[in-house]
């Protein structure tokens, strides 16, 4: 990520990779664990269940205990900043909203959320000089949600979830007629 020195060290870049590498093996072990609850030898008929997972999960664990040795080598020379407390703030900006929208989207539907993340976003923006009007950013998100609708659910055939509150809104709609 960011290698500047703008603001001081969130976390250095080695102990992102022995994190990567811890993380990994354990990947590895556990694929290599299910395996062999499978069966990882050669049967009748040949392999059996496990064998290829099995091997898989031992090359992802050596090749990630390579990389914790070759992080330990080059210990010093990691001692670089992997990233600043200012770009992890914006990087934070930007997943705390993401992981907000798809939390809502099982309650809300695909639709109300995504407008909901568009109009947050465009609400949020302080690149610009002048903020986006609430004219444009209610008819960008909406927009950007009815042209998703009219493309997926109704030319494509490909309807999205639209969520309880998709279908509260639809029974509403079949109300007035």
Request: proline share 5%.
């Amino acid at each position: 990520m960011s290698h500047s020195s703008d603001s001081p060290a969130l976390v250095g870049t080695r102990w992102v990779e022995l994190g990567l590498t811890l993380f990994t093996t354990l990947i590895g072990a556990v694929v290599m664990f299910g395996s062999i609850e499978q069966g990882i030898g050669w049967g009748d008929s040949g392999p059996e269940p496990g064998y290829f997972p099995f091997y898989i999960g031992l090359m992802l664990s050596a090749a990630s205990v390579g990389n914790g040795v070759l992080t330990l080598v080059r210990w010093q020379a990691l001692s670089i900043s992997f990233v600043s407390r200012s770009a992890f703030k914006q990087v934070i900006s930007v997943f705390i909203p993401i992981a907000l929208f798809v939390a809502a989207m099982p309650l809300t539907g695909i639709y109300v959320a995504s407008a909901c993340f568009i109009a947050w976003f465009m609400w949020r923006d302080k690149v610009r000089t002048q903020p986006y009007s609430k004219l444009m950013i209610a008819t960008v998100s909406l927009g950007a949600v009815l042209a998703s609708y009219l493309i997926f659910a109704l030319w494509f055939k490909v309807p999205l979830d639209a969520g309880p509150m998709g279908d509260w809104i639809a029974q509403v709609g079949r109300s007035f007629k």
